[in-house]
C-alpha cells in the first residue's frame, strides 16, 4: 500500500498498524560508479569493513551532519518489533528507539542513499509479506539489496529468497575485471557464497589491470588486500621468470646456439615490450592482466631458422618453467 504521507515523500504502509518511520533520504542516489577509463585505481586506504554506511542512523532522527538538502524522501510505515526480531543487531538497537519516540506516537529512524524499492523488497520479507517480494531480481539489484541486508545483519532473515536470486544470476559469473565481477564480490562475501567468492577473485587476480576496486561498497580490506598480494606476487614471479630468460639468452646460458638466443632474444623483447616487463622502473605489470601477458608470451611470433639447422629450442621449453608455476599457483586460487 502506498500513499502521500507529506508534501514530496512518498509513504509504504508496510503495516498500517506500525508503530515506527523509517526514512530514506536521497533515495536512489548513484551506485557503485565505475570508471571505465581508470586502468590502474589506487589501493583502497580505508577499510570500509567497520564503518557504518555514511549517513545512516539507526538510533535516532537528528539531521544528518553534511546531507545535502533534498526535496524528495521515502518513507515506510513499518514494525519495530518485526525489525528487531529479525536481527541481533536490531534487536540491541530496539531500546534506543524507545527512547526516542515523537509526538507524533512513532518512533523515527533514517538512513541514507539506499535505493528505495530494494529496501521495501527487504521490509516485506522482514514483514512477512512474502507475495510482495520479487521472485527474480538484476545484479544490480541484489547488490542494492546486499547493502541493505549487511547494514541491518538480515542475512538470515532473507536467506530463503537470496540463495533463490543468486541461482537465478550465478550461471553467467563475469570472466573479466570489470563492474559486475566486483558486484559478485560484494553479493558473495555478503551471502557467504564461498565457492563465488573464491571465483571471482580468482578472475580479479588473473584480469584485474591494477590494484583492486571497491567502488565505494564496504567490502571487507582483507578481500581487497588478498587479491592486490596476490595479484602482486604472480606479477613478479612473471616477471622475475621472463627477465631471467632475457639474461639467460643474452648472456648465452639460454638455448642452444648464438642463433637460437638472437632469435629467441629479438621476439621477447620485441614482444613484451608495451607490457614494460623489461624496465625496472615499472611496477611490475601494472595497467596489464596476468592472463593477458601469459598468453602473449605464448603466441610470441619466433623468426624461422635459417639454412638446414635444427636443435629442439622452442619458446615453449624456454619459459615453461616459471610460466607453469605461474598458471598452477593461480589455478589453485579457484
Request: hydrophobic share 35%.
Amino acid at each position: 500500500m502506498e500513499n502521500t504521507y507529506q508534501t514530496g515523500v512518498i509513504m509504504h504502509e508496510i503495516d498500517p498498524d506500525g508503530d515506527m518511520i523509517l526514512t530514506l533520504k536521497n533515495p536512489c542516489a548513484p551506485f557503485a560508479v565505475w570508471h571505465e577509463d581508470d586502468a590502474t585505481p589506487l589501493p583502497t586506504s580505508l577499510d570500509l569493513s567497520s564503518q557504518e554506511p555514511q549517513g545512516s542512523d539507526l538510533n535516532c532522527s537528528d539531521e544528518i551532519i553534511g546531507l545535502a538538502p533534498t526535496s524528495s524522501a521515502v518513507t515506510y510505515r513499518i514494525s519495530s518489533r518485526h525489525l528487531s526480531s529479525a536481527s541481533e543487531r536490531s534487536r540491541k538497537m530496539r531500546h534506543q528507539w524507545e527512547q526516542k519516540r515523537e509526538s507524533d506516537g512513532y518512533f523515527h529512524i533514517s538512513v541514507e542513499d539506499w535505493d528505495s524499492e530494494a529496501l521495501l523488497a527487504i521490509l516485506n520479507i522482514i514483514h512477512l509479506r512474502n507475495r510482495q517480494v520479487p521472485h527474480e531480481v538484476s545484479l544490480e539489484m541484489l547488490s542494492k539489496l546486499a547493502v541493505i541486508v549487511d547494514y541491518f545483519e538480515f542475512h538470515e532473515a532473507v536467506e530463503v529468497f537470496s540463495k533463490t536470486w543468486i541461482a537465478d544470476l550465478q550461471g553467467s559469473l563475469p570472466t573479466s575485471y570489470c563492474r559486475d565481477l566486483i558486484l559478485w564480490m560484494w553479493i558473495s562475501h555478503v551471502f557467504h557464497e564461498e565457492d563465488i567468492l573464491k571465483t571471482v577473485i580468482c578472475t580479479a587476480v588473473r584480469h584485474s589491470l591494477g590494484w583492486m576496486e571497491d567502488l565505494g561498497l564496504p567490502i571487507p580490506e582483507h578481500i581487497i588486500s588478498q587479491v592486490d598480494d596476490r595479484r602482486r606476487e604472480a606479477a613478479v614471479q612473471l616477471v622475475d621468470g621472463l627477465r631471467a630468460l632475457k639474461e639467460g639468452l643474452q648472456y648465452g646460458t639460454k638455448a642452444c646456439s648464438y642463433e637460437c638466443q638472437c632469435r629467441f632474444l629479438g621476439a621477447l623483447i620485441k614482444g613484451l615490450d608495451h607490457f614494460h616487463v623489461f624496465d625496472s622502473t615499472f611496477e611490475p605489470l601494472l595497467g596489464c592482466g596476468l592472463t593477458e601477458v601469459i598468453k602473449s608470451t605464448r603466441q610470441l611470433r619466433i623468426p624461422a631458422r635459417s639454412g638446414r639447422s635444427s636443435c629442439d629450442c622452442t619458446m615453449n621449453n624456454l619459459t615453461y618453467p616459471f610460466l607453469g608455476k605461474v598458471e598452477n599457483d593461480l589455478r589453485r586460487l579457484a
